[in-house]
């Protein structure tokens, strides 16, 4: 198990980034949170084995049909354990 840490910037809101995120997560059975910020970034926090991660990230490399992705930063983290995986709202 590893958690990450991902940046994700472009035209990344408003695309569904992070409801196509959430449904790719479920099915990686990758726990942890995804959000937008408010510089127009899509954040997010994974937890999960290493090759569900890469596979999260390289979706997250292109993301959905909609999105245009610039940039993603991956750092890892002290390994967090989530009890699920959910869309943060609001900022």
């Known amino acids: 198990m590893e958690t990450f840490h991902l940046l994700i910037s472009g035209k990344v809101q408003g695309v569904f980034f992070r409801e196509t995120s959430r449904r ?18 899509v954040e997010a926090l994974i937890t999960g084995d290493e090759k569900a991660l890469n596979e999260f990230v390289n979706f997250c490399k ?6 245009l992705v610039d940039e993603v930063k991956v750092s890892k983290r002290e390994i967090i354990n989530f009890k ?7 900022r």
Not at 24 to 41: H, S, V, Y
Not at 62 to 67: E, I, N, Y
Request: net charge positive; charged share 35%.
């Open 24 to 41: 790719l997560a479920e099915k990686l059975n990758i726990k942890g949170w995804i959000k937008n910020t408010p510089d127009g970034k």
């Open 62 to 67: 292109k993301g959905p049909d909609s999105a």
């Open 84 to 90: 699920k995986f959910e869309v943060v709202r609001g």
